[in-house]
């Protein structure tokens, strides 16, 4: 398994990275609790750096008050945030992943050429906003479970 540093982390953190390296480094932060760890320490660092790039000085002086008088709570709530964010990510890139893999599997690999246009379930998925495909995709397949 490839361990990612703590620069690496940090580039997380403030996602400096390509989208891609992104969700690279996010599947692997819920397979290595070294990792996580080590992310964690950096996202509680990059916390007290924040402040200072995006507010002006008396707001981070401010922050600093804020951060004296309730330390542990204002950043267990902040982590939890950023970490809930990062798993309702996750969740939604494995259900497209997995919702892709069963359209791939549901229409032919003609049906998105040109040619074949004319075929009314493509047709009707690009009239469609993703939601409400991903919706359509998920009773599909709850159908298909339940007619097992
Ligand atoms: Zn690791």
């Not at 542990?72 to 309702?88: C, D, E, N, Q, V």
Request: negative net charge; charged residues 20%.
């Amino acid at each position: 398994m490839n361990h990612y540093n703590e620069q690496a982390w940090k580039q997380y953190v403030e996602e400096r990275l390509s989208p891609d390296h992104l969700s690279e480094m996010e599947l692997h932060l819920y397979q290595c609790d070294e990792c996580l760890t080590m992310y964690m320490t950096c996202l509680e660092q990059m916390e007290t750096v924040l402040p200072i790039m995006e507010r002006d000085t008396q707001e981070y002086v401010d922050a600093i008050i804020a951060r004296t008088t309730g330390t542990k709570r204002s950043w267990y709530h902040s982590t939890m945030l950023h970490y809930g964010i990062a798993a309702a990510a996750t969740l939604i890139l494995v259900a497209i992943g997995f919702f892709h893999g069963i359209s791939q599997e549901l229409d032919s690999v003609g049906s998105f050429k040109p040619a074949n246009s004319i075929n009314t379930s493509s047709s009707l998925q690009t009239d469609k906003p993703i939601s409400d495909q991903l919706l359509n995709k998920t009773l599909t397949w709850l159908d298909t479970l339940q007619n097992k």
